[in-house]
Every structure is written in C-alpha cells, then in structure tokens.
C-alpha cells in the first residue's frame, strides 16, 4: 500500500530570514523597496522580527545582515509569542561589512509557533540591512522595544509598536554551513 | 499504515488582506511590481471581502487599515470578520478615519476565536475621496483570482449578514486584522 501522509504540512526551511514568506517577505517585497543598508538610529534599541515555524525547528545559528559601517555590539536572541527567551546569543562586535554575521547559540528546539528574532545594537552608528517601509513591517507584525541597556531584555521581552527604522534583515539557521 | 501527525502551521500576530501568507490577495501583491501608494477610486459604502485562512484555533482583538496620504476622506471605516456563510463575527464598528500615511487601529467590539477554516476579512468606508487610503488600483481580475468579494451595502458599516457579490474595486487597500492586546 503506498503512503500518503494525512496532509501535506509547510515544512521549515534549513535557513529563514527576514525576507522569506515564513517570515515578512511577502509584506516587504515586492511591494515596497528593497533592504538597503540603514544605520540603526538608536542605541540600545530593540527590533523582533516574526519567524513562523510550521515543524520542530533546531537553532544552530542566528544571522545578521550587516550594512556598509559596523560599530558597537550585536546581540540577538529568539522569543517566543509572549515574548519569553527562548534562546540568545553572546553579545559581540558587529563585524563584517554588507555581509552575514554569523552567531552560534546553544543548539536549541523550536516546537511549532511564532517566534520572534531579537536584534539590538548599542550604537547609533552600527548599520544593517533593513526594509525602511515602517508601516509594511507593522503590517507584518515587527515589534521593536527601546530596552536601554547593552543587551537584549532576559528573560522577558516586551513588545512595542515598531519604531521607525523598518524592518532589519536577520535570520536563523539549522545548518552550521551556511 | 503509518500516519504522521501533521503539522499545524502557525498563525501570525497580524494577517493582512494583502501583505501575509494568510490573506488570499498576497497573490495579487506578488504579482504587482509597484509599491504601494495612496490611491483613489474606493467606493463609499462599499464592502471588500478577502478570504483568509486560520490554521489553528486563535483569538482576534483588532481591525488596521492604512490611510492613505488625505486619509479622512475614507470618513468612517469598519473593518470585521465574516465566516463563509457571510454571518459577522467581529466588527470594529464604525471609526472616523484619522491620520494620513499611516496605519489606524480599532478593536472589535467583541474579540472572536475562530476555529481553523475560512473566512472572510471586510472593509468598508463611507466615504470616497481622493488619496483616501493606501493600496493598489488593480484591474478587477486580480480581486477575482484572489477569491475577494464586493457588496454595495448602501449603507454603513458593515452589515450583520453579507451578501457576497462579485469583486468590483479597481482598488485594493490594505486592511487586516490582528490578535495583539498592544499597538502593532
């Protein structure tokens, strides 16, 4: 007897960034401009971009797409809906220009849901790649926070309307070859 | 034989007529190669319909739509839920439009939790001025792929019982709904 699974469930992908359908991409493209290299613009602020995960999801790597100028330190981390921590980086130097940072964190399940990656910059200086379209991305349902430390908020984050540096490019990876 | 569970896909905090996975216009967005921008040509008292689709059981508190850059002369917006059989389940009941070039929030009068299946996400205005709100202007055959419905419901806001009628908007705002106790 041949198998046939009872559906034909969304699979996650080995890599999810910001740009793909399980994340913002199909408000922020092709409708609005494409991500361009934006500086942060506040210290010690917050912005969680939501990542659907449709199947058990394991969390090798965090990413940040870096812009054209680097300074001060990254730090990122995954939240679930409610804003718990799921699991975060160490806090480093951005690093890299018009490029991938890459952050190991403790391998790390996902069960199925909406999570969100956190990424904060302790500089105004420090830039990323970024969708500027502040309103596609509350569409979208980015959230930001103004946490006003050097790290991003543990073990609790709370979620506030974004602000108006759009949508950063950020991403997470199962694979440790990226 | 070996069936596997399978796997929910989670809901999104906000599902857009336009701008999610969720909603049934994102395949018109995908298709369009504009941005989107304040338009004119929506019809007063006219209700869209777009069909969107829940995957597992979820609580909805609040309608958004996006002004366009002279966003009160939308005048009063309502933005509900309606289920395949075009009863209301939620409405924000009527808001005047304020603000331009931004998203406007209303919670529904009553949240609803909707089980998985299909469902309809309306907006109405009752009025049709210039700039009035942000989307496309669309040939009609994009609402039709999407599955959208119109009704001219003479009236506002939107109706307790929907009589779904053939798309006929030459614009598509962006308008959703949400399940966030807190600004989006």
Known sequence: MSFFPPSAPMRSFPVITTAHPLSCGIAMRPGGAAAASTAWATANQARYVPFLIPDPFLVRKLLAYNGATTGGNTDMGVYDENGAEVVGIAAAAQSGTSAWQEFDVTDTWLVPGLYYVGLLNTTTTGTYYAYANKELGRMAGVFSQAVGAATLPSPTATFAALDAYGVPVVGMSSRVLI | ?184
């Open chain 2, 1 to 184: 034989m070996f069936s596997p569970p399978g796997a929910v896909m989670p809901m999104p905090m906000c599902v857009g007529a336009v701008t999610s996975l969720f909603g049934a216009w994102s395949s018109g967005y995908a298709e369009s190669a504009t941005a989107p921008a304040s338009a004119t040509g929506i019809t007063a008292n006219q209700a869209l319909y777009v069909p969107f689709v829940v995957t597992k059981p979820t609580t909805w508190t609040q309608g958004w739509w996006y002004n366009g850059s002279v966003g009160a002369n939308q005048g009063n917006v309502a933005v509900g839920i309606y289920d395949e059989s075009g009863n209301r389940l939620a409405t924000t009941g009527a808001v005047a439009a304020a603000g331009n070039s931004v998203i406007q929030q209303a919670t529904f009068a009553a949240s609803v939790l909707l089980n998985p299946g299909v469902y309809y996400m309306a907006y109405e205005p009752s009025a049709s001025g210039v700039n009035a709100t942000t989307g496309y202007s669309a040939s009609l055959p994009r609402g039709k792929f999407a599955g959208c419905y119109t009704q001219a419901v003479g009236s506002h806001p939107l109706p307790a019982t929907a009589t779904f009628a053939t798309w006929a908007s030459f614009v598509m705002p962006l308008f959703g709904i949400a399940r966030t106790s807190f600004a989006i």
